[in-house]
Nanobody
Framework: QVQLVESGGGLVQPGGSLRLSCVASGFTFSTYAMSWHRQAPGKERELVAS????????YYTDSVKGRFTISRDNAKNTVALQMNSLKPEDTAVYYC?????????WGQGTQVTVSS
């Protein structure tokens, strides 16, 4: 079955960096686009970044452009999100997601807290 397991979250000071990873299994990873989303308390879940199958095409929401970088390693079935210059408003639970067979599959999420 499809499984997505995120890791790498934690507590970081404003201006700091974190790298999130998502390991996928149960499907042919290299043939599906992947995305990272986040949900802050009291807010709707939002798309943060997405990446195409080969990694050459990516999308970022405006609030993270220039600070976050999404990447993938098809040999390791892994998609990563490098987050630099973190701000308190980046605090949220971060999820990776894949859409296949007309369904959205989500990981369990990893908490990112940006606070001094």
């Amino acid at each position: 079955q499809v499984q997505l397991v995120e890791s790498g979250g934690g507590l970081v000071q404003p201006g700091g960096s974190l790298r999130l990873s998502c390991v996928a299994s149960g499907f042919t990873f290299s043939t599906y686009a992947m995305s990272w989303h986040r949900q802050a308390p009291g807010k709707e879940r939002e798309l943060v970044a997405s990446i195409g199958t080969s990694g050459s095409v990516s999308y970022y929401t405006d609030s993270v452009k220039g600070r976050f970088t999404i990447s993938r390693d098809n040999a390791k079935n892994t998609v990563a999100l490098q987050m630099n210059s973190l701000k308190p408003e980046d605090t949220a639970v971060y999820y990776c997601k894949v859409y296949l067979n007309y369904r959205h599959f989500w990981g369990q999420g990893t908490q990112v807290t940006v606070s001094s």
